[in-house]
């Protein structure tokens, strides 16, 4: 069973970047579906961002044109690049595989804390 290692969450400034990480302990190559999801404090986890084996990728309206997912399945790494940080997009974000059904594939990991705050 593959399990999942995020990073590169921080405290960053509205307007400010990060860049997040997610590491998998197994190969990624046959997992078409991956995604980066967030939950806020008191609100359900939300998908933002994910490749569904078809076309590009996909992206939760709000962080269209300022989130970004990429993938390196030779070091089994998903990242999520995000710009124009608002205080909106704070959260603890994670990520996953996910079937057609929606059901994730690996347990979840720690996730990574993206808190924006002036």
């Known amino acids: 069973q593959v399990h999942l290692l995020e990073s590169g969450g921080g405290l960053v400034q509205p307007g400010g970047s990060l860049r997040l990480s997610c590491t998998a302990s197994g190969s990624i190559s046959s997992i078409w579906r991956m995604g980066w999801y967030r939950q806020a404090p008191g609100k359900q986890r939300e998908l933002v961002a994910s490749?569904?084996?078809?076309?590009?990728?996909n992206y939760l309206d709000s962080v269209k044109g300022r989130f970004t997912i990429s993938r390196d399945n030779a070091k089994n790494t998903v990242y999520l690049q995000m710009n124009s940080l608002k205080p909106d997009d704070t959260a603890v974000y994670y990520c996953n595989g996910f079937q057609t059904s929606g059901l994730v594939v690996a347990p979840w990991g720690q996730g990574t804390q993206v808190t924006v705050s002036s």
């Open positions: 490749f569904t084996g078809a076309g590009g990728p």
